[in-house]
């Protein structure tokens, strides 16, 4: 499995990326296939049942933090995504079902997450990972015709104060955790980007393969 370390983008031009590299796997290009890492600027998502509520301060105060909003075409409510958090999005044709693609996503976090000795576990009745009662990781994906986009958002040395903004995937009174903060440690992205692409890859039954970042390629089917 191909992936790549892009650093921190925009959240716009990660989802271009990423509609990018589903348009050619519809067009029956099979190397494009790619999970993307990264981390983004300081975003707000709104995933397709995302509830204006669910920000829970205003605009200005947003904009004091050089916080953006984002709609996403993801499933979910509202999430954050910034400096410190690993973003993985695999963009690939689905060989079964979406929920064992997201099982095999939540189960990834899990093994970089052991890594650390954290103990963390996935909940399908409140979709992301946890460990004890604390969120760790956000999950959302899309699928088009077989092929997924989006993925899941992994805090490692996130802000987690920047969670006080938002009504977290939509689950009220509830606490979002890092890696840094369970286990002390403060790893870098870089790393942790790796070893969740040996993790999913595992998973996916093939080998991680890191491969540099190449120019966007946009086909005229990318946009719909």
Request: with cysteine; proline share 4%; glycine share 8%.
């Amino acid at each position: 499995m191909n992936w790549q370390w892009l650093g921190r983008i925009d959240y716009a031009d990660a989802v271009t990326r990423m509609e990018a590299l589903r348009a050619r796997i519809l067009d029956g290009e099979v190397a494009a296939e790619t999970l993307l890492l990264c981390e983004h600027a300081p975003v707000i998502t709104l995933g397709r049942r995302a509830r204006a509520e669910h920000i829970v301060v205003s605009a200005a105060a947003l904009a004091a933090r050089g916080v953006t909003i984002a709609q996403s075409s993801r499933g979910g409510d509202v999430t954050y995504h910034g400096p410190g958090q690993l973003v993985a999005y695999p963009v690939m044709r689905l060989g079964t079902g979406v929920v064992d693609h997201v099982c095999r996503l939540a189960k990834a976090a899990i093994a970089v997450a052991a890594d650390f000795g954290i103990e963390a576990r996935f909940d399908r009745a409140r979709p992301g990972v946890w460990a004890g009662d604390a969120k760790l990781a956000a999950v959302g994906v899309h699928v088009h015709r077989r092929v997924a986009i989006h993925g899941l958002a992994l805090n490692v040395t996130t802000a987690l104060d920047a969670f006080d903004l938002i009504v977290p995937c939509g689950l009220h009174d509830i606490q979002v955790t890092s890696i840094a903060a369970l286990s002390g440690q403060s790893p870098a992205l870089p790393d942790v980007a790796a070893r969740f692409a040996e993790a999913f890859a595992r998973l996916n039954g093939r080998t991680a393969c890191a491969v540099p970042d190449q120019p966007l390629q946009l086909h005229s089917s990318s946009v719909e």
